[in-house]
């Protein structure tokens, strides 16, 4: 049974950092792209940033670019979010999510991510 676990999340001020972990299990790691999700009260869920597989191509959604940085370790079968600059809008469950199909690019995983093996999620809260 396929098992993603984020964990990192937590309270910080302003202007601080965080990273976030995403540990995959029950499946393989490698050959798959990832993401990383956000979703605030009251708000829909907001793609922040996606890695490849193969070539490790990222991609960032404008309201994160230059703060958030993904990267993944095949080896730990883990993805990270390094954030820095939290703003007080940045509070939100963080999600990763894994491609349900292997060997896809990431750009085919951003168009389909509805369809993907979702983590629990980690609560971020940035305090001003």
């Known amino acids: 049974q396929v098992h993603l676990e984020e964990s990192g999340g937590g309270l910080v001020q302003a202007g601080g950092s965080l990273r976030l972990s995403c540990a995959v299990s029950g499946r393989t790691f490698e050959g798959y792209a990832m993401g990383w999700f956000r979703q605030g009260p009251g708000r829909e869920r907001e793609f922040l940033a996606a890695?490849?597989?193969?070539?490790?191509?990222?991609y960032y959604a404008d309201s994160v670019k230059g703060r958030f940085t993904i990267s993944r370790d095949n080896a730990e079968r883990t993805v990270y979010l390094q954030m820095s600059g939290l703003k007080p809008a940045d509070s939100a469950t963080y999600y990763c999510?894994?491609?349900?199909?292997?060997?896809?690019?990431?750009?085919?995983?951003?168009?389909?991510?509805?369809?993907?093996?979702w983590g629990q999620g980690t609560q971020v809260t940035v305090s001003s």
């Open positions: 999510a894994q491609d349900l199909v292997p060997y896809r690019s990431v750009t085919m995983f951003m168009e389909t991510y509805e369809s993907a093996y």
């Open positions: 890695i490849d597989w193969l070539d490790g191509r990222t």
